[in-house]
């Protein structure tokens, strides 16, 4: 069983930044940030490999950072100009598995989310 636990999220005014931390008792093979708005369908933001590999969705690319502390057993999700659009609730995930994979079936771990809102 891997233990994840969310922080950071919050309110913040369209071109603002936030900052998600995600506490792991395990760093896994790979982690990633997911996000659910309401009504919509839960996916994949970012994902990161113990390689330091990396993969974004189109709509946040250049805009989201994700990074990585393995001693800390620590996932960190920087948010810049963030849009209305990016409103959700954030989860961090883990899986032991390999792959960079932005699909949810591919995690076997969630954390309970933290939520974030931007105004417009």
């Known amino acids: 069983q891997v233990l994840l636990v969310e922080s950071g999220g919050g309110s913040v005014q369209a071109g603002g930044s936030l900052r998600l931390s995600c506490s792991t008792s395990?760093?896994?093979?790979?982690m990633a940030w997911f996000r659910q708005a309401p009504e919509k369908k839960r996916e994949g933001v970012a994902v990161?490999?113990?390689?330091?590999?990396?993969k974004y969705i189109d709509s946040v690319k250049g805009r989201f950072t994700i990074s990585k502390d393995i001693a800390k057993n620590t996932l960190n999700l920087h948010m810049d100009s963030l849009k209305p659009e990016d409103t959700a609730m954030y989860y961090c995930?883990?899986?032991?598995?390999?792959?960079?994979?932005?699909?949810?079936?591919?995690?076997?771990?969630w954390g309970q989310g933290t939520q974030v809102t931007v105004s417009p």
């Open positions: 995930a883990a899986d032991r598995a390999w792959s960079l994979s932005l699909n949810d079936i591919a995690y076997k771990f």
């Open positions: 395990e760093f896994t093979n790979k």
């Open positions: 990161i490999r113990k390689d330091g590999g990396t």
